[in-house]
């Protein structure tokens, strides 16, 4: 992976070191593709409990998300208030 591919897709890049996002992007890989392997041979109950699993991450992102839009509204309304009563 290039350093400008890593770059391109880092919203904090000071946050984490370039040498840590490279090796989990990697581990990332490789995990995928040895489930990858493993799935023909795995239950399909597997797949479903995955699947499952994988739209609960997703939707306790979306609240993460959810919280931090209404964080912001909050701090906008509270700074729109402080204005017009300060005029």
Do not use: Y
């Amino acid at each position: 992976m290039t350093e400008e591919s890593t770059r391109s897709r880092r919203p904090f890049p000071r946050i984490v070191p370039d040498e840590a996002l490279e090796h989990a992007w990697n581990a990332r890989e490789e995990i995928r593709k040895s489930v990858s392997a493993l799935l023909p041979s795995l239950p399909a109950e597997f797949t479903t409990h995955r699947r499952a699993a994988r739209r609960e991450m997703l939707l306790a992102i979306r609240s993460l998300i959810d919280n931090a839009i209404e964080r912001v509204e909050k701090s906008e309304a509270t700074t729109k208030a402080a204005e017009s009563g300060s005029r």
